[in-house]
T-cell receptor
Framework: DAKTTQPTSMDCAEGRAANLPCNHS???????VYWYRQIHSQGPQYIIH???NNETNEMASLIITEDRKSSTLILPHATLRDTAVYYC?????????????FGRGTQLTVWP | DAGITQSPRYKITETGRQVTLMCHQT?????MFWYRQDLGHGLRLIYY???????DKGEVSDGYVVSRSKTENFPLTLESATRSQTSVYFC????????????FGPGTRLTVL
């Protein structure tokens, strides 16, 4: 599975959009981009995933560049409860060889 | 709609004792996983299971044993606990492959004295 690179930390004002970048320059054609987050002391929580196209759900939007070498998770209106570590993971969906490798992630702090 | 549960949530034990952490899921997912999380290491995979009676090692399996006699349960046993196994343990499940969306339990905080 391809490796990812994320900034160690970011901050954002409450009510503003939080844009979390991720580089995955070695991604393969059959690998998906997944985002999870982990609020302090809780289990990781799935946010969103995508292959090529931009995706949106009730939690966030995922923008994947055309060459698929990077992506951005967007929380459109960040709240204090969005303070968490965000993990960008690339994996082969639907494959018995797929794994989730959690790196250090990005610590997002939302301030009032 | 319980989802995935873990018990106990907190456990303190002594070196050399056997400890079993329980994980139960109500979705009938095929795959189940055990991770540990330590400061400075992120989440690391201990064991996973593709179905009842099918298990395989992850990257940090030494000192751990798993079983899966029923689809919904995936207990993790530390046969002789060591201080280095002090950690937070998370169980997860996914519907049909390891690369699919994984859903995590709330975790068990284990302290080995």
């Amino acid at each position: 599975d391809a490796k990812t690179t994320q900034p160690t930390s970011m901050d954002c004002a409450e009510g503003r959009a939080a844009n979390l970048p991720c580089n995955h320059s070695t991604i393969s054609g059959n690998e998906y981009v997944y985002w999870y987050r982990q609020i302090h002391s809780q289990g990781p929580q799935y946010i969103i995933h995508g292959l090529k196209n931009n995706e949106t759900n009730e939690m966030a939007s995922l923008i994947i560049t055309e060459d698929r070498k990077s992506s951005t998770l967007i929380l459109p209106h960040a709240t204090l409860r969005d303070t968490a570590v965000y993990y960008c993971i690339v994996t082969r969906r639907g494959s018995t060889l797929g794994r989730l490798y959690f790196g250090r992630g990005t610590q997002l702090t939302v301030w009032p | 709609d319980a989802g995935i549960t873990q018990s106990p949530r907190y456990k303190i034990t002594e070196t050399g004792r056997q400890v079993t952490l329980m994980c139960h899921q109500t979705w009938s997912h095929s795959y189940m996983f055990w991770y540990r999380q330590d400061l400075g290491h992120g989440l690391r995979l201990i064991y996973y299971s593709a179905a009842a009676d099918i298990t395989d090692k992850g990257e940090v399996s030494d000192g751990y044993v798993v079983s899966r006699s029923k689809t919904e349960n995936f207990p993790l046993t530390l046969e002789s606990a060591t201080r280095s196994q002090t950690s937070v343990y998370f169980c997860a499940s996914s519907e049909s492959s390891p690369g699919d969306t994984q859903y995590f339990g709330p975790g068990t905080r284990l302290t080995v004295l």
